[in-house]
């Protein structure tokens, strides 16, 4: 089972640089994408539904901002856009699909980089999520929660990590969070599992030359429950054409 997440940063966006076409040709078995910044409504049809998959879509209230979306090759038994707090489901942030002896999501965290008020949503979100995924580990179903969560979990994941310690994205108390869902909630961070290695990074600031000297954070997971951990072969971070300021996680699974 082959699985992608991607950051789109405006799906029409990413779609005029060539993002379906390219993911048409990756024969994928889920599509999970963040920041659509759309309605439904201002999406063409065969962005809506793409020769060969299911498409749905938890756009935000606010239109262009936020919004997650998931391509499916195969229909699903159920689809939740709801995790039942308002700066979640006004903003469309989640969108879950679940299949026999699995559910895939996509989520999109809050980013806390536009201040104060922002970071203070950033934490409650967190703590919301945390006996959401205790929950999930209670489950029958294995999940792949895939998406933008916003936080580097180690110096290992950005490269510029001393100048950061005080920025959103790369705080104690993020970091800390992160510890807990790797380590005591018992969650697995998937690429990491194959890939242990410096400067693999899925985000790039569009400031200075950030992409040309690969100055990036690596904030884009796909973070599975303990029985998957084993099952995780290949992993791999697209570059070589750029649809967005992130770069497309790609994750390939054994026996799903």
């Known amino acids: 089972m082959k699985i992608i ?6 799906i029409r966006a990413a779609c005029n640089k060539g993002f379906l076409d390219w993911m048409l040709q990756q024969e994928a078995d889920v599509i999970c994408l963040q920041e659509i910044k759309a309605q439904t ?3 063409a049809a065969h962005v809506l539904q793409p020769e060969g998959y299911f498409g749905y879509f938890n756009s935000a209230e606010k239109k262009g901002y936020s919004g997650v979306a998931l391509y499916s090759r195969r229909l699903p038994e159920r689809v939740n856009d709801t995790l039942g707090w308002d700066h979640a489901d006004r903003e469309g942030r989640f969108l879950q699909a679940d299949y026999a002896g699995l ?10 980089t536009s201040g104060e008020e922002r970071q203070t949503v950033k934490y409650d979100f967190m703590a919301r999520f945390e006996p959401v995924l205790t929950a999930m580990l209670q489950q029958e179903n294995e999940f792949i929660i895939c998406g933008d969560w916003n936080i580097a979990h180690r110096q290992i994941d950005l490269k510029n990590w001393r100048s950061n310690q005080k920025n959103s994205g790369f705080l104690p108390e993020e970091r800390a969070w992160l510890d807990k869902v790797f380590g005591e909630l018992g969650l697995v961070d998937a690429f990491r599992v194959v890939n242990p290695e410096a400067e693999q990074y899925t985000w790039w600031s569009n400031r200075g030359q950030s992409w040309a000297k690969n100055v990036g954070w690596r904030i884009d997971y796909q973070v599975v429950t ?30 799903l």
Do not use: M, W
Request: charge should be neutral; aromatic fraction near 8%; hydrophobic fraction near 40%.
């Open 5 to 10: 997440t991607l950051n789109a940063n405006g």
């Open 41 to 43: 409504e201002q999406l």
């Open 103 to 112: 559910s895939v999501i996509s989520i999109y965290l809050p980013s806390g």
């Open 226 to 255: 303990p029985g998957l951990a084993d099952r995780v072969k290949a992993v791999a971070i697209y570059k070589a054409q750029r649809f967005s300021d992130h770069a497309p996680l790609i994750i390939e699974y054994g026996n």
